[in-house]
């Protein structure tokens, strides 16, 4: 742990950057990542939509704690990235805000070949 963040999250920006109900788009370790702030909290999602893998959910429209896809209008809820009918949606990370920067956790991914 350094500077009281856990290991595994990486700095992404300051809260204040954030605007309210809009994404920005950030890659860590090869993960592409949409991050939003609403109502004060701050989530981190995949940035990818499953429908045809458009990496552009961080342009989506945000209404009642739920993202848009900009492309084809899916609904994926911002704290699990479950979609309404409970199918599995989005990949979500884990977010810490310490002295008002903002930091994702997201593992490097591994091929096993």
Same mark, same amino acid.
């Given at each position: 742990?350094?500077?009281?963040?856990?290991?595994?999250?990486?700095?992404?920006?300051?809260?204040?950057?954030?605007?309210?109900?809009?994404?920005?788009?950030?890659?860590?370790?090869?993960?592409?990542?949409?991050?939003?702030?609403?109502?004060?909290?701050?989530?981190?999602?995949?940035?990818?939509?499953?429908?045809?893998?458009?990496?552009?959910? =961080?342009?989506?429209? @945000?209404? &009642?704690?739920? /993202?848009?896809?900009?492309?084809?209008?899916? !609904?994926? *809820?911002?704290?699990?990235?479950?979609?309404?009918?409970?199918?599995?949606?989005?990949?979500? =990370?884990?977010?810490? @805000?310490? &002295?008002?920067? /903002?930091?994702?956790?997201?593992?490097?991914? !591994?091929? *096993?070949?």
């Amino acid at each position: 742990m350094k500077d009281n963040i856990p290991e595994g999250f990486y700095n992404v920006c300051d809260v204040n950057s954030l605007k309210e109900k809009r994404g920005k788009r950030f890659i860590i370790n090869d993960i592409d990542i949409a991050v939003f702030k609403v109502d004060g909290t701050i989530y981190a999602l995949q940035n990818q939509c499953p429908h045809q893998h458009s990496q552009t959910i =961080y342009d989506g429209i @945000v209404e &009642n704690c739920k /993202v848009a896809c900009p492309v084809h209008g899916w !609904e994926f *809820n911002l704290s699990d990235g479950k979609m309404d009918t409970g199918r599995r949606g989005l990949d979500t =990370y884990e977010v810490v @805000v310490h &002295n008002g920067e /903002v930091y994702v956790k997201a593992d490097k991914k !591994e091929l *096993n070949w």
